[in-house]
């Protein structure tokens, strides 16, 4: 973590202080407010993602979080049990790990909502980089390290920008091979952006575009 790029946003997230409390006050307000509204929803879900297919509702990855420090993420289980041993953690538009629910929910965004969990926990934030799983971490340069200096986000413009990146993956290739080459640079360009300009009207607006994203994906 301490190279010449992580020093030098550290030093700008320091001046930052004020701006990242206000941040962590407004993820658990927000976070509290949806689960109280959303509750009875969740547990529908939470019932269908059961009557599909045998597993629990939830499923827990290992991601690389803040401080490059290892955290379980929580996701509404939309992929068959024990679908990381049988295949790459990379999940394609056609995998046939996916359940009939999990697609329906995928194609909703639905499967990070849980995550609200996450955010209530600490681990993670409302806005901020998406969290790799460590085999793309080890391929991060010395300046992607500095994206680990902030909570990891349930949604980033950089989330938004590559919405479908499923599309490139099965343009053709090694699918994992083109996520490092060609979708993390740019991924990693848009949160090193982020990080340069972190504050809590620029949540706002990423929150507002995320909305937007799923609401033209849900009627495309």
């Known amino acids: 973590m301490k190279n010449e790029y992580t020093e030098q946003y550290c030093a700008l997230l320091n001046k930052k202080w004020?701006?990242?409390?206000v941040k962590r006050i407004f993820d658990i307000a927000v976070?509290?407010?949806i689960l109280v509204i959303l509750s009875p929803f969740c547990l529908i879900l939470?019932?269908?993602i059961k009557?599909?297919?045998?597993g629990p509702v939830f499923y827990r990855q290992v991601r690389v979080g803040r401080f490059n420090r290892d955290f379980k993420i929580f996701k509404f289980r939309t992929m068959i049990q024990n679908a990381d041993q049988v295949g790459p953690p990379l999940t394609l538009g056609e995998d046939p790990r996916i359940t009939r629910v999990g697609r329906l929910i995928r194609k909703l965004r639905l499967d990070e909502f849980s995550q609200i969990l996450n955010v209530l926990g600490g681990s993670m934030s409302l806005v901020g980089p998406r969290p790799e799983v460590r085999k793309y971490v080890n391929a991060y340069t010395p300046?992607?390290?500095a994206t680990l200096l902030i909570r990891p986000g349930i949604t980033a413009s950089s989330s938004i920008a590559f919405k479908d990146e499923d599309k490139i993956l099965n343009a053709g290739g090694d699918p994992e091979k083109v996520?490092?080459?060609k979708i993390l640079p740019p991924k990693m360009e848009l949160n090193l952006q982020?990080?340069?300009n972190i504050g809590f009207w620029n949540d706002i607006k990423i929150l507002f575009q995320t909305v937007g994203a799923v609401f033209l994906s849900k009627n495309s």
């Not at 004020?18 to 409390?21: D, Q, R, V």
């Open 194 to 196: 982020y990080l340069r």
């Open 18 to 21: 004020y701006s990242l409390a």
């Open 51 to 54: 009557l599909d297919s045998k």
């Open 143 to 145: 300046e992607y390290m």
């Open 31 to 33: 976070s509290l407010v």
């Open 46 to 48: 939470a019932a269908a």
């Open 179 to 181: 996520y490092v080459e």
